[in-house]
């Protein structure tokens, strides 16, 4: 029930699984696609799911298409724009990031539900890194499914995330595993949701992470969350334009926009051992923090939560102020 009000949606549409990535193989493999149809997403997703959609669109003979999204970003209609030309008649699902994981940027997702929906393609949205780092309104997003991690921005322990299936779509769901709950009132308890059933009971799963769930929202109730958001984000708006300024390269989108939150990327030089300099972040500095390479191109992914300070921002700056000199 905590969740389902947190996110604003039917709990009868909200399962737990394990985390987005099982999420999206849910979706992705319940899916008929058929030879030659497209399924549209950006160069910019998560590793592990642009697996899961080569793994199954080789089985299927259906096509993945990576569509750029040129760096810096300047506007959401400009991103819009930019995923929308990917779109053919062939294009059967649209899967994106919300906020994405090597350039941490968030995608106008809404928007391009909006439009999809229009056209009668099928919306996946990973929101690994959304959920209690923004203001998430699964009602507003229009989604058809949509996944995310609690255990990231929300505080919960690892093994706690959601899918959410608009009722519309439930029927295409297939669950990985068929367990207890697929049987439905044949002599098993169920929830009342099918949906819920054929993908949250399996036998010996341990529940314990999903049940931090509750607790986790009302702590940041309790903490006045949207403060510290909004602190972080002041944070790391510094911590950006600081590394900018020490290395000379511009940011990959303004720093006055929404393309950001608590996680952002600042480019770094090119021609660096990206693992060398993470080992002496940390062995020099005790700086732990991804260093990521997109496309050829090099950068630090910042992330500020509650319990950073100055003094971290400044460990990091000063950390990479000397390592880059050397």
């Not at 030309?85 to 391009?112: C, D, K």
């Not at 500095?285 to 390479?293: A, D, G, M, N, Y």
Request: charged share 20%; with cysteine.
């Amino acid at each position: 029930m905590a969740l389902g009000a947190y996110l604003n949606v039917d709990v009868d549409d909200l399962v737990y699984v394990p985390n987005a990535t099982h999420g999206v193989n849910v979706v992705a493999r319940s899916l008929d696609l058929q030879p030659g149809d497209e399924v549209l997403s950006t160069d910019h997703e998560y590793g592990a799911c642009d697996y899961t959609w080569q793994f199954v669109c080789a089985k299927t003979g259906a096509k993945y298409i990576r569509q750029p999204i040129d760096l810096p970003v300047v506007s959401a209609g400009k991103v819009v724009e930019q995923v929308w030309s990917g779109v053919t008649p062939r294009t059967r699902v649209i899967y994106l990031s919300h906020i994405t994981s090597p350039t941490a940027l968030r995608l106008p997702v809404e928007e391009i539900c909006r439009l999809a929906r229009q056209q009668g393609i099928l919306t996946i949205v990973d929101g690994a890194h959304a959920p209690g780092q923004i203001d998430l309104d699964l009602a507003e997003v229009g989604a058809d499914f949509y996944t995310g991690n609690c255990h990231k921005w929300m505080l919960a322990p690892k093994g706690a995330a959601f899918l959410h299936a608009r009722r519309e779509v439930q029927s295409l769901v297939s669950p990985l595993v068929v367990s207890w709950g697929y049987g439905g009132n044949d002599g098993q308890p169920g929830t009342g949701s099918r949906f819920i059933d054929i993908l949250q009971w399996t036998g010996t799963k341990d529940p314990s992470a999903a049940l931090t769930v509750p607790d986790a929202i009302e702590f940041m109730s309790q903490h006045s969350w949207d403060d510290v958001r909004r602190n972080c984000r002041q944070l790391l708006r510094q911590a950006v334009e600081r590394v900018c300024n020490l290395t000379g390269m511009a940011p990959v989108c303004p720093l006055d926009s929404d393309f950001y939150s608590q996680m952002a990327v600042a480019p770094l030089p090119a021609g660096i051992d990206l693992a060398v300099l993470k080992s002496r972040l940390y062995d020099e500095h005790r700086v732990e923090i991804p260093l990521v390479q997109w496309q050829g191109r090099n950068f630090a992914r910042i992330s500020v939560q509650a319990y950073n300070t100055q003094e971290d921002i400044d460990a990091l700056v000063g950390g990479l102020a000397k390592l880059l000199s050397g």
